[in-house]
Structures are given as C-alpha cells and as structure tokens.
C-alpha cells in the first residue's frame, strides 16, 4: 500500500537549519506531485510548500526564501531543507501525496509527520 516516512526533524535554534526527508513506497513516486504542510500548536494546517512530477515548485509566503522542496526519483524520497529557521516554524510537518500531477492541495495520503521545534 502507499506509504510514506518523514524523518529529519529535531529541536533547532532560531536560524539554524534542517533538512527534512519523506521516503515514499507503494506507488509511482516519479508522476504525481507532493506536498509539505505543517500544524504548528493550536493551529490549523498550513500547506508549506509543492512540487510537481516535472520538479516545478511552489511556497507559502512565509517560507518563500528559506525553504526548498526537491525530490530524488530514483530513490523514491522527498526533501524539504529548512534554512534560516524562525519561533514560528515550529510545527509538525507531513509529507504528502496529491492526487494528481500538480501540487493544487488536492491531498490523497498524509505521512505520521514529523516534529520541527525551533526554540533557543
């Protein structure tokens, strides 16, 4: 079945930075666009950043400039390098499958997530 496992989270100071990774299994990884979205404490979720099956990108405001999606297909695996990390990244991130081959929020499998602090 399709499965999907985020590692690379941790507890980081403001301005550090992260690279977090989702290996992905159970479907053609290469053809369908996936997602970063996070919930940080008491929020709802928030759609981080995308990427598509031909590697065009997409992010939130919020962390355009500092964060960078990728994907490496021929290891089935997803990456978001977190850089110039603020108080308010703090969130859960997970890594998501979309339906189709655009990252249009159109969500179909949600990884556990994995736990990003950023805390002094």
């Known amino acids: 079945q399709v499965q999907l496992v985020e590692s690379g989270g941790g507890v980081v100071q403001p301005g550090g930075s992260l690279r977090l990774s989702c290996a992905a299994s159970?479907?053609?990884?290469?053809?369908?666009?996936m997602s970063w979205v996070r919930q940080a404490p008491g929020k709802g979720l928030e759609w981080v950043s995308g990427i598509n099956s031909g590697r065009s990108t997409g992010y939130a405001d919020s962390v355009k400039g500092r964060f960078t999606i990728s994907r490496d297909n021929a290891k089935n695996t997803l990456y978001l390098q977190m850089n110039s990390l603020k108080f308010e990244d703090t969130a859960v991130y997970y890594c998501?499958?979309?339906?189709?081959?655009?990252?249009?929020?159109?969500?179909?499998?949600w990884g556990q997530g994995t736990q990003v602090t950023v805390s002094s």
């Open positions: 998501v499958k979309e339906k189709g081959y655009d990252y249009s929020q159109n969500y179909h499998v």
């Open positions: 159970g479907f053609t990884f290469s053809i369908y666009a």
